[in-house]
């Protein structure tokens, strides 16, 4: 089994502050079967005393984005501990099944959330080290060999990006798959 993490931020960092998480839990081998999702938002005050950061430019990008976007960060918020927790409960559920870790980009998801666990834990992320995958890799080879990303409006929710990355995920292996030589 696999896992998709995405998460909206404001900031760049890993110490960035983290206000929304999206997770899709899906197998890889079976075309991208999902299992399980979650998606919690965080308030941003719960972040801040935990010692996360805010990015200027970054909170300039957020004011730049869809109403519909901004209002999906902003509802049903719970501090930064309690989603944590959450997450991490969800992710035991599954742990035994869970092989792959995977995010939009090596330096981005996984060190922050990594970073927020340790805030709100003491401990390191329940995944080991080895297991972390990055699917812009991916989507660049699947490029190399004649794929094309899907054009699509960004939602800018963690759960709705992290869906449409397990899609793009599976098309992109599946074009590197039909291309072997």
């Known amino acids: ?12 960092k890993p110490n960035a502050a983290i206000i929304q998480i999206g997770a899709v839990w899906f197998d890889l081998d079976r075309e991208g079967v999902e299992y399980g999702d979650f998606e919690q938002t965080i308030a941003l005050q719960s972040c801040i005393f935990s010692g996360l950061t805010i ?8 004011m730049q984005q869809s109403n519909d976007a901004k209002r999906s960060v902003s509802r049903d918020a719970d501090n930064l501990f309690g989603a944590i927790d959450e997450f991490l409960f969800r992710y035991r559920m599954q742990h035994n099944s ?13 060190p922050i959330l990594e970073n927020a666990i ?4 003491g401990k ?3 995944w080991a ?9 991916i989507y660049w080879l699947a490029g190399r060999a004649g794929w094309a990303k899907p054009k699509r409006e960004t939602a800018h929710t963690a759960l709705a990006d992290a869906r449409a990355q397990v899609s793009d995920l599976v098309s992109a ?9």
């Open 173 to 181: 292996i599946r074009h590197l798959q039909s291309n072997k030589a």
């Open 98 to 110: 869970v092989e792959r870790v995977w995010s939009n980009g090596s330096n981005f998801d996984i």
């Open 55 to 62: 990015d200027s430019r970054t909170v300039e990008w957020w």
């Open 118 to 121: 340790r805030v709100a834990t």
């Open 129 to 137: 080290y080895n297991s972390v995958r990055d699917v812009r890799t």
């Open 124 to 126: 390191g992320p329940p």
């Open 1 to 12: 089994m696999d896992l998709m993490i995405d998460l909206e931020t404001l900031g760049t």
